[in-house]
Every structure is written in structure tokens, then in C-alpha cells.
């Protein structure tokens, strides 16, 4: 008892205590819609959230709650609610938060789809956003008005790699009584934790590394329970009356977990973007090793920088624990441990190189994810931005030489082998 | 619901339902640096049977303004005060921790108003180890987590919880530092100083219960079971968890408080 398990513990263990019946060790799939009720009572307590427990599966199911508890222990959470996937996770927080007329500041160097949400859907439903510069803290205090309900952002920007000093916006969003919303997908509660910098509400992508292996689609909201919602006029949605029971304030129902309570009688109840019981098993199975991969995936993303660095091949190579990039300074103090194995590099060549690169290297995969155990690539000049000129590109912070690499698990001196074979390749096209 | 009591912006929680005064009145008594969010699944769960349910934030608690109460004595004319002022009749006094203290004073002071008497993870002693005490001084909340990592059973380490994705541990933490940094000092102190447990417990004449808790860390299981042996009669169960027992086992506990309640007239 009170052993405060550490984090190497709790990835392997939080969550999921052998039932006494069948002595099951791993989480067992509980691949159900519904579950039975003992009585019209139960139902009925269930139903008014007079308790928790599980009444079907698009609000609840066990084998997703022990993910679900499994990550908020992982982030120091209060609770967390696990779903389809990272965009159901950020969708379900903004509709939670936002309503017609309000407004979000958001930083401008984003995940593609984080950005189109924000820019081009949520306008259609009068909440609008403005996009800041992510390291410019002043920039984002000065973008807040008096209808804006929270500021959005990822800790480590993909793909460009920007860090947010995220103790120091945390700072400005207290003193005005908004709650940060960060993304953390791409350092995982190993690299940081964002509650412990002040920050109060985490979405993931369990996609990528929590997944960590490529199999499964997943997003989760971690809530940090340390934002005080009780401005009713601010958050009438949090602290107001709900109209679906009987006009209770979730904030005075639920306090800490008010926002999550919310998530899950209005936004899984009516949107329903929920996790199979299934996914929620691999999803946690990666979890498991969590620590160990996380601690290899830097391992290799440094020994990767310092090859591509040297090669004669490589324009450029950004990743924040290079002492070039920008924000290195902040990475160091908020991500001592690493930030992150995505490396954007730039091939001598353009855009016709990158495409000869990727199509001769071997066993790194050419394909649109991150955070697999395996090494993944992608040349957005030939594939995802094919139809931009290279000045369009550039305005949106990307180059056409530009590799994404999502550096994996494998023996790096065979990816290494496998870059030069790449590098053999473009050569061959420049001669 | 948010009244002015005493002068004070004071929070009380009623389970969702609003108060109803003609009803029996289940009131909630949360334990040291807690507030009615100790009872999220007790409060709504007994609103939805048709008990009229009072969670009071007490000062300086929770969403409560005010000064913290210095004693278990004033905490006890608080709510005395409170019930007046509400004009309820026919309270259940249900008390977790610190609040089974509270509860024993009660029953000295409330004549008829008394029905019954419920005691969770309760004792008629709650001594507090100076360590604590000082720390709750210097620096409240490492105090605070202390308190909510020894408060837990098992559950609490591996973020078991009957809630689905709620975490005992972060859930806990938040609930006691929406208090007043002065709140759980003055708890935890009149606790410490609180001796009259013993005649208290030998005074109660109206029926009793008592839950407990057999890992509990805070009020041990072996000092609860002394105080139901000072007690007339008192009906006794031992669920398997830690201090937290109103979170940790919320469905078992209702249960037996539900029992309990269907037999009193
Ligand atoms: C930073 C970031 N956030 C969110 C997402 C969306 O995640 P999902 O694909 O699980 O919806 C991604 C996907 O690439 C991402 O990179």
C-alpha cells in the first residue's frame, strides 16, 4: 500500500488488478456492446452518473478504462477518457469547451488536420481560432480576448519541431483563466508531463508512440483536474446546468473530473467517437514498454543526427536537441531526456532527390504515420504537399528537400546502411 | 446550492436534486482537508432515491468562503447552525474520517433532529503524528499528497478505479487543494486535540452504524473497532480497502447505507 509506483511500474501495471475469478494476468478484451444490469435501480443509477460503472460501450467498457486509468496515472492526471482516435480526442475537447462565439488561440505550426479543425471547421460552427507563433509566449498572451476559452497547441510541433516553453504560456493562460490544451503525442508522458508544467488538459494520438507499433488507431483526453472551471459565464458549459440531467454543473457535481464527465455524457453519448475494446488491448500492450522504446527511440534519434549532420548528402538536419535549432534552449530545460525521434532533414537536390531517396532505401517504410517501433519516412515534396510549388511550401514552413523521419527501434547501423543506399541513389541522379 | 451562511459564501452539495425539507435529510460530513466532493457517489446516489442530501462544504472548504473551524466542537455548532437555518428535520449524519468526530458531537448537541448516526472509516480518536502536523503548516499540499497516497488502498497505487478513467490519486490531490491552504491545519489539529470521543461514543442512543475500512492508514481498522465496542448496538462492516472508502467502494457502501436506512422507521 501507498507504494507511489514509478513510472516504469505503473506503464506495465496502473490500471488492471487480476480479478479474483479467473486469475486473468493481462487485461482481458471485454468485447461486449452492453452489459447486464441487476436490477432497474442500477440502470437507473447508472444512467444519472449517481455512480460509475459501465452501462455500453460507447460511454464505457472495461477494457478501456483500465487504458484510461492506465494513462491518467501515467500523466498525474485526474482522469482520462480514451477514444477512436488523436482528432476525436481534440474535437471532443474543443466541442466540450467551445461554443458558437467563442474563441481559441492556437499555434500555427501544427499537425495538418489540427490546424484544418480549427481553421476551416470549427468557423462553420462560430467558434474561430488565431493562429500564433508556438515559441512566442507574448504573442499568445496578446492574442487572448475576452470570449477566448482555451489555448491549444503541441508540445513538439509536427513536423516542423517547434517547443513550446510550456511552464511559461501555462503562466499567462492561469493568470487569465484559461485552461492550456496541449498535444502530446509526440513526447509522451516518459519524455515530459505536461501537468507538472502547469499545463491542464493533455490529447493524444495513441497512434504513435504510446501505441508505439503501428497497429491501432487511438486518441485520448487526460485531464489534469487543476483548472478551476467555476466562471459560469465563461464556462457555462462546465459549470452550468447540463441539460440532459436534470440541470446539475458538472464543475459542482465532479469538480476535478468536471470536464471529463462532460466528455462523457455529451460528447461520447451524442458524437460516440469510441475505442474498441480491442484497439484499447494493443493500444496498452505498447504501453507496456512504453519506457523501454521511448529510451531507444531517442537512443537512435541521436546517433542518426550525428551521421546525417556529417553527411555530404544532407542540406540541413533539424531536431530540437541539436544545438542549431531554435529552441533548443527550451528543449533542454522542459525535455531533458530528449525531444522526440522525429528528424526533418533536407536532401542536396530538391525536391527530385528526395523522391530518388525514398524510393531506394529499403527497410526504413515509406508511409504517412509516426511513432512506430519501425523507422518510417516521408518526402512531403513528392507526396502529402506534391500538388504545391515549392514557394507555397515554403509559406507553410516546409521545404521541398525536406524527409520526415520517424527514427525506430531497429539496429542503427542497418538503417544507416540502408540511408547510404538512398544516398547512392540520389548521387546517381545528380551526376 | 450556494447560500449565505454566517456571512459567508458557503457551498452545499444536494446530489443534484434541489432541497427538500419535508423529506429525511442524509447529511454528508466530510473528513480533514476534504470537501463534498469526498461524496460525489454517495450524495447523488441517495439524492436519486428521494433523500433530501446535504454535502456542506465547510469553511473555507471546497467551494465554501470563511475561516476554517478551530475545533471538532465548532465544526459541530456549524452544522448545528446549518440545520436550523435549512430547517431540516430527521438527519441521518453519515461522517467520514474527521467527520465521524463531528458526527459524535452532534449527537450531543441535536435533541430530536438526531435519527441515526453513520460512521465511515471512522473512530471516537483521530491522533495525528507531529510529522504531519507540521508539514500540513509548512507546505499543505506535499502534506495533502501524503495523505492522499496513505489515504488509498491498494487501488490508489495501481489507479484502480470503480469510476471508469478516474485516478484516486489525481482525482484526490485536485479535491484538496480547491481548499484554503490554512483548511487541512486546522482540521488535522482539531482532530489531534479532539478527546471526548469516548463519553460521546457511550452517549449515542440513536441506531448506529459503522463501515470501516480494513487497510486503512488514517483511522486503523484495530481503532475503529474499539470505538463501535463503545458503542450501544452499533451495526459494524469491514470492506476491503483504504481510508478513501466512500471512492473506493462506493456501490458496497451504499448498499449497506441504504440497508441500514430501510430499517429505521
Ligand atoms: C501531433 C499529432 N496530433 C494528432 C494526430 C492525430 O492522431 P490520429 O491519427 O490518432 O487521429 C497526429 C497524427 O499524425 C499527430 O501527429
Redesign the pocket.
Not at chain 1, 446546468?241 to 455524457?265: D, N, Q, V
Not at chain 1, 530518388?356 to 519516412?377: C, P, R, W, Y
Not at chain 2, 486535540?193 to 441506531?207: E, H, L, R, T, W
Given at each position: 500500500m501507498s507504494e507511489n509506483y514509478k513510472f516504469d511500474t505503473l506503464s506495465l501495471h496502473a490500471g488492471h488488478i487480476p480479478d479474483k475469478e479467473t486469475g486473468s494476468r493481462a487485461v482481458p478484451i471485454y468485447q461486449t456492446t452492453s452489459y447486464v444490469f441487476n436490477s432497474t435501480e442500477e440502470a437507473a443509477s447508472l444512467y444519472n452518473m449517481e455512480v460509475g460503472g459501465h452501462l455500453y460501450t460507447r460511454i464505457s467498457n472495461p477494457t478501456v478504462a483500465a487504458l484510461e486509468q492506465r494513462l491518467a496515472a501515467l500523466e498525474g492526471g485526474a482522469s482520462a477518457l480514451a477514444c477512436s482516435?488523436?482528432?476525436?480526442a481534440m474535437h471532443l475537447v474543443i466541442s466540450a469547451i467551445c461554443s458558437s462565439g467563442d474563441h481559441i488561440v492556437a499555434s500555427s505550426k501544427m499537425?495538418g488536420?489540427?490546424i484544418n479543425l480549427l481553421q476551416h471547421t470549427m468557423p462553420r460552427f462560430g467558434v474561430n481560432t488565431d493562429f500564433v507563433n508556438p515559441n512566442d509566449p507574448e504573442a499568445i498572451k496578446k492574442a487572448i480576448k475576452p470570449n477566448t476559452k482555451l489555448v491549444f497547441g503541441?508540445v513538439i510541433g509536427?513536423p516542423g519541431l517547434d517547443i513550446m516553453d510550456v511552464p511559461e504560456i501555462a503562466k499567462i493562460c492561469n493568470s487569465k483563466n484559461i485552461p492550456l490544451v496541449l498535444?502530446a503525442?509526440?513526447n509522451t508522458p516518459y519524455l515530459m508531463q505536461p501537468f507538472k508544467h502547469g499545463a491542464n488538459i493533455i490529447v493524444h494520438?495513441l497512434?504513435?508512440w504510446l501505441g508505439g507499433h503501428g497497429i491501432a488507431?487511438?486518441?485520448a483526453v487526460v485531464n489534469g483536474g487543476n483548472f478551476n472551471w467555476g466562471d459560469k459565464d465563461k464556462f457555462p458549459t462546465i459549470s452550468g446546468p447540463h441539460f440532459a440531467l436534470g440541470g446539475i454543473s458538472f464543475w459542482e457535481e465532479f469538480g476535478p473530473s468536471a470536464l471529463i464527465a462532460k466528455i462523457r455524457a455529451e460528447g461520447m453519448y451524442n458524437f460516440g467517437p469510441s475505442l474498441s475494446p480491442t484497439n484499447a488491448f494493443h493500444l496498452m500492450q505498447g504501453i507496456e514498454t512504453l519506457p523501454l522504446r521511448m529510451k531507444k527511440h531517442i537512443e537512435n534519434t541521436h546517433s542518426i543526427l550525428d551521421f546525417l549532420v556529417k553527411h555530404e548528402m544532407v542540406e540541413w538536419v533539424k531536431h530540437p536537441d541539436l544545438d542549431t535549432h531554435p529552441d533548443h534552449e527550451v528543449a533542454k530545460r522542459i525535455l531533458p531526456k530528449g525531444s522526440g525521434s522525429i528528424v526533418a532533414f533536407g536532401i542536396k537536390g530538391g525536391r527530385e532527390a528526395g523522391k530518388a531517396f525514398i524510393e531506394s532505401v529499403q527497410l526504413a517504410s515509406h508511409l504517412a504515420n509516426?511513432g512506430d517501433a519501425k523507422t518510417l519516412l516521408i518526402h512531403p515534396g513528392s507526396t502529402t504537399h506534391s500538388h504545391l510549388s515549392s514557394e507555397a511550401m515554403k509559406e507553410g514552413g516546409l521545404t521541398d528537400d525536406m524527409i520526415r523521419l520517424s527514427v525506430g527501434l531497429e539496429d542503427i547501423n542497418d538503417i544507416k546502411k540502408d540511408f547510404e543506399r538512398g544516398f547512392k541513389a540520389v548521387k546517381k541522379l545528380n551526376k | 446550492m450556494i447560500i449565505n451562511f454566517k456571512g459567508a459564501k458557503t457551498y452545499i452539495g444536494t446530489g443534484g436534486k434541489s432541497l427538500d425539507n419535508t423529506k429525511k435529510t442524509l447529511c454528508f460530513l466530510h473528513g480533514s482537508g476534504q470537501n463534498h466532493l469526498s461524496f460525489i457517489q454517495q450524495a447523488r446516489f441517495f439524492a436519486y432515491k428521494g433523500y433530501s442530501v446535504i454535502a456542506p462544504d465547510m469553511p473555507g472548504h471546497g467551494f465554501s468562503d470563511g475561516n476554517p473551524c478551530k475545533s471538532i466542537k465548532e465544526n459541530a455548532d456549524w452544522i448545528s447552525d446549518l440545520l436550523v437555518k435549512l430547517k431540516l428535520k430527521n438527519v441521518v449524519v453519515i461522517g467520514h474520517s474527521q467527520g465521524c468526530l463531528v458526527a459524535l458531537e452532534l449527537n450531543r448537541i441535536l435533541k430530536s433532529t438526531l435519527e441515526a448516526l453513520i460512521f465511515v472509516a471512522g473512530s471516537n480518536e483521530i491522533p495525528v503524528n507531529k510529522f504531519l502536523l507540521d508539514l500540513s503548516k509548512e507546505n499543505p499540499q506535499k502534506a495533502s499528497q501524503m495523505m492522499v497516497t496513505w489515504g488509498h488502498g491498494i487501488d490508489g497505487d495501481m489507479s484502480i478505479n470503480k469510476w471508469p478513467g478516474h485516478s484516486h490519486y489525481g482525482e484526490g490531490n485536485n479535491i484538496m487543494s480547491m481548499n484554503k491552504s490554512t483548511a487541512l491545519r486546522y482540521d488535522l489539529h482539531s482532530c489531534d486535540d479532539y478527546s471526548d470521543g469516548i463519553d460521546a461514543a457511550k452517549n449515542i442512543k440513536v441506531p448506529a452504524l459503522a463501515v470501516l475500512a480494513k487497510n486503512d492508514q488514517m483511522t486503523p481498522l484495530k481503532s475503529g473497532l474499539k470505538f463501535v465496542e463503545l458503542i450501544k448496538n452499533c451495526e459494524t462492516h469491514t470492506l476491503d480497502c483504504g481510508h478513501f472508502l466512500p471512492s473506493e467502494r462506493p456501490m458496497e457502501l451504499n448498499s449497506i447505507i441504504n440497508s441500514f436506512l430501510l430499517k429505521l422507521k
Amino acid at each position: 500500500m501507498s507504494e507511489n509506483y514509478k513510472f516504469d511500474t505503473l506503464s506495465l501495471h496502473a490500471g488492471h488488478i487480476p480479478d479474483k475469478e479467473t486469475g486473468s494476468r493481462a487485461v482481458p478484451i471485454y468485447q461486449t456492446t452492453s452489459y447486464v444490469f441487476n436490477s432497474t435501480e442500477e440502470a437507473a443509477s447508472l444512467y444519472n452518473m449517481e455512480v460509475g460503472g459501465h452501462l455500453y460501450t460507447r460511454i464505457s467498457n472495461p477494457t478501456v478504462a483500465a487504458l484510461e486509468q492506465r494513462l491518467a496515472a501515467l500523466e498525474g492526471g485526474a482522469s482520462a477518457l480514451a477514444c477512436s482516435s488523436g482528432m476525436a480526442a481534440m474535437h471532443l475537447v474543443i466541442s466540450a469547451i467551445c461554443s458558437s462565439g467563442d474563441h481559441i488561440v492556437a499555434s500555427s505550426k501544427m499537425y495538418g488536420a489540427n490546424i484544418n479543425l480549427l481553421q476551416h471547421t470549427m468557423p462553420r460552427f462560430g467558434v474561430n481560432t488565431d493562429f500564433v507563433n508556438p515559441n512566442d509566449p507574448e504573442a499568445i498572451k496578446k492574442a487572448i480576448k475576452p470570449n477566448t476559452k482555451l489555448v491549444f497547441g503541441e508540445v513538439i510541433g509536427n513536423p516542423g519541431l517547434d517547443i513550446m516553453d510550456v511552464p511559461e504560456i501555462a503562466k499567462i493562460c492561469n493568470s487569465k483563466n484559461i485552461p492550456l490544451v496541449l498535444d502530446a503525442t509526440f513526447n509522451t508522458p516518459y519524455l515530459m508531463q505536461p501537468f507538472k508544467h502547469g499545463a491542464n488538459i493533455i490529447v493524444h494520438s495513441l497512434t504513435k508512440w504510446l501505441g508505439g507499433h503501428g497497429i491501432a488507431i487511438g486518441g485520448a483526453v487526460v485531464n489534469g483536474g487543476n483548472f478551476n472551471w467555476g466562471d459560469k459565464d465563461k464556462f457555462p458549459t462546465i459549470s452550468g446546468p447540463h441539460f440532459a440531467l436534470g440541470g446539475i454543473s458538472f464543475w459542482e457535481e465532479f469538480g476535478p473530473s468536471a470536464l471529463i464527465a462532460k466528455i462523457r455524457a455529451e460528447g461520447m453519448y451524442n458524437f460516440g467517437p469510441s475505442l474498441s475494446p480491442t484497439n484499447a488491448f494493443h493500444l496498452m500492450q505498447g504501453i507496456e514498454t512504453l519506457p523501454l522504446r521511448m529510451k531507444k527511440h531517442i537512443e537512435n534519434t541521436h546517433s542518426i543526427l550525428d551521421f546525417l549532420v556529417k553527411h555530404e548528402m544532407v542540406e540541413w538536419v533539424k531536431h530540437p536537441d541539436l544545438d542549431t535549432h531554435p529552441d533548443h534552449e527550451v528543449a533542454k530545460r522542459i525535455l531533458p531526456k530528449g525531444s522526440g525521434s522525429i528528424v526533418a532533414f533536407g536532401i542536396k537536390g530538391g525536391r527530385e532527390a528526395g523522391k530518388a531517396f525514398i524510393e531506394s532505401v529499403q527497410l526504413a517504410s515509406h508511409l504517412a504515420n509516426v511513432g512506430d517501433a519501425k523507422t518510417l519516412l516521408i518526402h512531403p515534396g513528392s507526396t502529402t504537399h506534391s500538388h504545391l510549388s515549392s514557394e507555397a511550401m515554403k509559406e507553410g514552413g516546409l521545404t521541398d528537400d525536406m524527409i520526415r523521419l520517424s527514427v525506430g527501434l531497429e539496429d542503427i547501423n542497418d538503417i544507416k546502411k540502408d540511408f547510404e543506399r538512398g544516398f547512392k541513389a540520389v548521387k546517381k541522379l545528380n551526376k | 446550492m450556494i447560500i449565505n451562511f454566517k456571512g459567508a459564501k458557503t457551498y452545499i452539495g444536494t446530489g443534484g436534486k434541489s432541497l427538500d425539507n419535508t423529506k429525511k435529510t442524509l447529511c454528508f460530513l466530510h473528513g480533514s482537508g476534504q470537501n463534498h466532493l469526498s461524496f460525489i457517489q454517495q450524495a447523488r446516489f441517495f439524492a436519486y432515491k428521494g433523500y433530501s442530501v446535504i454535502a456542506p462544504d465547510m469553511p473555507g472548504h471546497g467551494f465554501s468562503d470563511g475561516n476554517p473551524c478551530k475545533s471538532i466542537k465548532e465544526n459541530a455548532d456549524w452544522i448545528s447552525d446549518l440545520l436550523v437555518k435549512l430547517k431540516l428535520k430527521n438527519v441521518v449524519v453519515i461522517g467520514h474520517s474527521q467527520g465521524c468526530l463531528v458526527a459524535l458531537e452532534l449527537n450531543r448537541i441535536l435533541k430530536s433532529t438526531l435519527e441515526a448516526l453513520i460512521f465511515v472509516a471512522g473512530s471516537n480518536e483521530i491522533p495525528v503524528n507531529k510529522f504531519l502536523l507540521d508539514l500540513s503548516k509548512e507546505n499543505p499540499q506535499k502534506a495533502s499528497q501524503m495523505m492522499v497516497t496513505w489515504g488509498h488502498g491498494i487501488d490508489g497505487d495501481m489507479s484502480i478505479n470503480k469510476w471508469p478513467g478516474h485516478s484516486h490519486y489525481g482525482e484526490g490531490n485536485n479535491i484538496m487543494s480547491m481548499n484554503k491552504s490554512t483548511a487541512l491545519r486546522y482540521d488535522l489539529h482539531s482532530c489531534d486535540d479532539y478527546s471526548d470521543g469516548i463519553d460521546a461514543a457511550k452517549n449515542i442512543k440513536v441506531p448506529a452504524l459503522a463501515v470501516l475500512a480494513k487497510n486503512d492508514q488514517m483511522t486503523p481498522l484495530k481503532s475503529g473497532l474499539k470505538f463501535v465496542e463503545l458503542i450501544k448496538n452499533c451495526e459494524t462492516h469491514t470492506l476491503d480497502c483504504g481510508h478513501f472508502l466512500p471512492s473506493e467502494r462506493p456501490m458496497e457502501l451504499n448498499s449497506i447505507i441504504n440497508s441500514f436506512l430501510l430499517k429505521l422507521k
